[in-house]
Nanobody
Framework: VQLQASGGGLVQAGGSLRLSCAAS????????MGWFRQAPGNEREFVAG????????YSSDSLKGRFTISRDNAKNTVYLQMNRLKPEDTAVYYC?????????????????WGQGTLVTVSS
């Protein structure tokens, strides 16, 4: 599986962005998908995940209130809708695929990674 993330950019605080991650291959629906992010000087951290059947998990309740992960298996694409963005959301965002049925927050369970897309939130 090859993953291609897109949709990043520069946005003012309070604004919105929608990230997309397009996957190659015909078995996209067999993977749970996740979004991670990595800010400068920080480790890559889990943001949100979505399972085969659309079940979701988020890194925190506060993030869940602003971000929404979704998938369209017909388009082999997973999305991350980000609203009310804050400067601390600035990071490179990566999508990843796991063979687990349910989404995991463990970075080590993801076997395929996209190249990342930069999100910059100005204050």
């Amino acid at each position: 599986v090859q993953l291609q993330a897109s949709g990043g950019g520069l946005v003012q605080a309070g604004g919105s962005l929608r990230l997309s991650c397009a996957a190659s291959g015909r078995t996209f629906s067999s993977y749970s998908m996740g979004w991670f992010r990595q800010a400068p000087g920080n480790e890559r951290e889990f943001v949100a995940g979505i399972g085969w059947n659309g079940g979701t998990t988020y890194s925190s309740d506060s993030l869940k209130g602003r971000f929404t992960i979704s998938r369209d298996n017909a388009k082999n694409t997973v999305y991350l809708q980000m609203n009310r963005l804050k400067p601390e959301d600035t990071a490179v965002y990566y999508c990843a695929a796991s063979l687990l049925y349910s989404p995991s927050i463990d970075r080590g369970t993801f076997i395929y990674w996209g190249q990342g897309t930069l999100v910059t939130v100005s204050s």
